[in-house]
């Protein structure tokens, strides 16, 4: 059995075997026990048929003939109405983005942002993408994992945010809960064996002996998992102790 997918609006994992897919849903409470074995490429899902095309090529989390450039992804949605965001990651991290105007509050929480403000709606996506690359030589257009798991346990900034939101006309704002409530920062691992306290984008928390463990979703794709728990002794937090 291989992770090659996940969702993040509807939190799960696509697992696949034999060219089968099942999903491991990602609910808080959810007691996980996988150990992660050789890692591959992801190979490719056909969402029409819901089967796996299995990939033994070593890359991963994709290889070549199953990466798919961003350009291609995105030219079918260029003649849509879309909106510019800007997005808040704690405690002080802003972003701007773009997307179809229809899907605005799910791409905010594919990414985990914790503040947003939708501050223009344009005719297609390349108008959007020319207003995103001017308002990003301000504020950046990208944030990283390790930063957005940095400030989990972090409140935003609401000076800051207030400030950068004072220099653009704000159509809508967004304030996202995703139940995480640390009062510490999370220790970064890849694995799957703990209990789910939350999902904030690709981002899943597990509670595991006494310790918060942060795990991007992304480097999970391509493993092979076997039904058990993982033994691995793993670096605890300074509260575990």
């Known amino acids: 059995m291989q992770v090659v997918g996940y969702d993040r609006s509807d939190p799960a994992l696509r697992l696949a075997s034999d060219g089968d897919l099942s999903r491991q849903v990602l609910a808080p409470g959810t007691d996980l026990a996988y150990t992660l074995g050789e890692r591959h490429c992801a190979g490719r899902i056909d969402y029409e048929t819901e089967r796996h095309e299995f990939c033994a090529n070593p890359a991963a989390p994709y290889c070549p003939t199953h990466t798919v450039p961003w350009s291609v992804q995105s030219n079918a949605d260029s003649t849509e109405e879309h909106a510019v965001y800007l997005a808040a990651f704690a405690p002080d991290v802003f972003k701007v983005g773009v997307t179809r105007s229809w899907r605005l509050e799910t791409r905010l929480r594919e990414q985990g942002a914790d503040r947003a403000a939708h501050i223009h709606t344009v005719s297609d996506g390349r108008v959007a993408r020319d207003l ?9 257009d990208q944030v990283r994992v390790a930063t957005k798991v940095a400030g989990l346990h972090e409140q935003v900034d609401e000076t800051a945010w207030e400030a950068l939101l004072a220099d653009h006309r704000v159509v809508e704002r ?3 809960d995703y139940g ?12 799957l064996t703990g209990t789910v306290r939350a999902t904030k984008g690709r981002i899943l928390l597990l509670d595991r002996g ?3 463990y942060a795990v991007d979703l992304r480097d999970l794709l391509g493993y092979e998992v076997h039904e058990e728990a993982d033994g691995r002794a793993l670096q605890s937090s300074l509260g575990s102790f």
């Open 180 to 191: 995480v409530d640390l009062d510490a920062r999370p220790v970064a691992e890849t694995l």
């Open 174 to 176: 967004f304030d996202f």
């Open 132 to 140: 995103e690359a001017e308002i990003a030589r301000d504020v950046g």
């Open 210 to 212: 006494g310790t918060t």
